[in-house]
């Protein structure tokens, strides 16, 4: 399994901006895709996940800020909106099935003021 994600760049304090990740390799059964993300000196934190059957979780960060959401293809994205500088952190999406975690490379996010 394989993830590639897209859509991280430089973005203005209060914008938006959405990010994707798609899955490619072999899929069995029910899953879980997330986004997770890390800035500096912090740990990587949770920013939301989706099962297959739809169902959402998400982290505090950005509760009520972000949307994550599965699209067709094996791609989940995150809608990401009033964007504060705090929400600069490198982005990685996850997927997850049958007890074995899969992680992409991240896709650095910098909000500026």
């Known amino acids: 399994v394989q993830l590639q994600a897209y859509g991280g760049g430089l973005v203005q304090a209060g914008g938006s901006l959405r990010l994707s990740c798609v899955v490619s390799g072999r899929m069995i059964g029910g899953n879980v895709m997330a986004w997770y993300r890390q800035s500096p000196g912090s740990q990587r934190e949770l920013v939301a996940d989706?099962?297959?059957?739809?169902?959402t979780r998400y982290g505090d960060s950005m509760k009520g800020r972000a949307t994550i959401s599965r699209g067709a293809k094996n791609t989940v994205y995150l809608q990401m909106n009033s964007l504060h500088e705090d929400d600069t952190a490198v982005y990685f999406c996850?997927?997850?099935?049958?007890?074995?975690?899969?992680w992409g490379k991240g896709t650095l996010v910098t909000v500026s003021s």
């Open positions: 996850k997927f997850s099935q049958r007890g074995d975690d899969y």
């Open positions: 989706i099962i297959t059957g739809g169902r």
